[in-house]
């Protein structure tokens, strides 16, 4: 059992995106397709969990323990952790109320997200290479979903037909 909670703590971005993409097809299933809004589900659940809890996750795990978090990821301990921190609360807030929120909104937090992981994955390349760096935090599950997520997002909230504005 404690193996499978630190495997969860140290998966936490692979397991918010998992459970979302669940949630989100349960209940666009339950809606059914006559309802238009097939996608919403999805992007609610995306920018709820996904987005929200896993950067606000992100961010106290960076403010509260960045000496783990710099070892998870194969860093020193470093001042700019707290920018990190600080910058993924930020857009952890932007995930939970744009779960809420309008399409426009929505489109904003995506944008954002989008660019702030894929510079992610950029980043963990540079360290892969130049510094071999293929600790878990950096060439594991983090990087993967730093790629995939991103697109994930884009295509469910460019699907979403919601009549949301």
Do not use: C
């Amino acid at each position: 059992m404690k193996s499978a909670i630190v495997w969860v703590l140290e998966n936490m971005s692979l397991v918010t995106l998992l459970l979302a993409l669940v949630l989100g097809s349960l209940a666009a299933k339950r809606k059914g397709p006559s309802s238009g809004g097939g996608w919403e589900p999805t992007v609610f659940w995306l920018l709820l969990l996904f987005v929200g809890f896993g950067g606000l996750y992100e961010g106290l795990f960076h403010l509260f323990d960045p000496a783990r978090a710099a070892a998870e990821i194969g860093w020193k301990r470093s001042p700019f952790q707290w920018e990190v921190g600080i910058a993924d609360l930020m857009i952890g807030v932007l995930g939970v109320v744009g779960a809420f929120m309008s399409r426009s909104f929505r489109w904003a937090v995506v944008l954002a997200f989008t660019l702030w992981f894929w510079g992610d994955a950029v980043g963990h390349v540079r360290q892969m290479e130049s510094a071999r760096n293929f600790a878990p935090g950096n060439a594991g599950s983090w990087f993967w979903v730093d790629v995939l997520g991103p697109f994930l997002l884009l295509f469910a909230q460019g699907s979403n037909r919601s009549d949301r504005k």
